[in-house]
């Protein structure tokens, strides 16, 4: 028995193909690059350190650990709610249409969730800085408040970013007639964003506020 190729069926095979989206990929790829950054960031600290351990372990006494953890911990649950609105934007649910509580909840109310933690925790490391500066440690005062700085001040301006592309995928939403297969892959790639730079913060906290 001889089977027969048609243009027919033999476009009908290329659409069953699954192939992965470029969007995503070329942000996992990008990611990639973000990683070997924060690698850079990472090994000059850790360079710096290993100069100065005497001075490392006199300025880690201004940190405050417990304000930082706090902190921490509601940049951890923004990850949480932002899965919480991929999970909906994979329903195609941009947003509540019952009101039933967080329940049901879309994409758009997960993520104003999402944009308030962040935005409470980039306003919490702006409190922290201004009351080390008061404390005598500005960035100019030696290499440990450099270090600092420059590493959680670069993560704290990845966040911003993050909090930009929330709004632009909100305003997405809104600006749609249709909530489709692109905004969802949009709200995804966003997510994969975030979670990176959750993680990254959670590496910091560990090296700056408990590797003393």
């Known amino acids: 028995m001889v089977c027969v190729t048609t243009p027919a069926t033999f476009n009908q095979a290329l659409r069953t193909v699954k192939r992965p989206d470029p969007v995503a990929v070329g942000t996992i790829v990008w990611l990639g690059s973000e990683v070997m950054f924060f690698a850079g960031l990472f090994a000059i600290y850790f360079t710096l350190r290993s100069t100065s351990p005497g001075l490392w372990a006199e300025m880690t006494q201004h940190l405050n650990v417990p304000y930082a953890a706090v902190n921490t911990i509601i940049l951890v649950l923004s990850s949480v709610t932002c899965q919480m609105g991929v999970f909906a934007a994979e329903r195609f649910q941009p947003y509540s249409v019952r009101k039933r509580g967080p329940l049901g909840w879309g994409m758009v109310e997960w993520f104003f969730l999402t944009f308030a933690?962040?935005?409470?925790?980039?306003?919490?490391?702006?409190?922290?800085?201004?009351?080390l500066v008061t404390e005598g440690m500005p960035i100019s005062a030696n290499a440990y408040a450099s270090a600092f700085y420059l590493t959680t001040g670069f993560h704290a301006l990845h966040v911003t970013g993050g909090l930009i592309a929330f709004l632009l995928v909100i305003g997405r939403?809104?600006?749609?007639?249709?909530?489709?297969r692109k905004e969802m892959t949009t709200s995804i790639v966003v997510s994969y964003y975030w979670h990176f730079v959750d993680v990254v913060w959670i590496a910091l906290f560990l090296v700056i506020y408990f590797l003393k």
């Open 117 to 131: 933690m962040g935005a409470i925790f980039v306003s919490g490391q702006v409190w922290e800085y201004a009351q």
């Open 173 to 180: 939403a809104y600006a749609v007639k249709n909530f489709g």
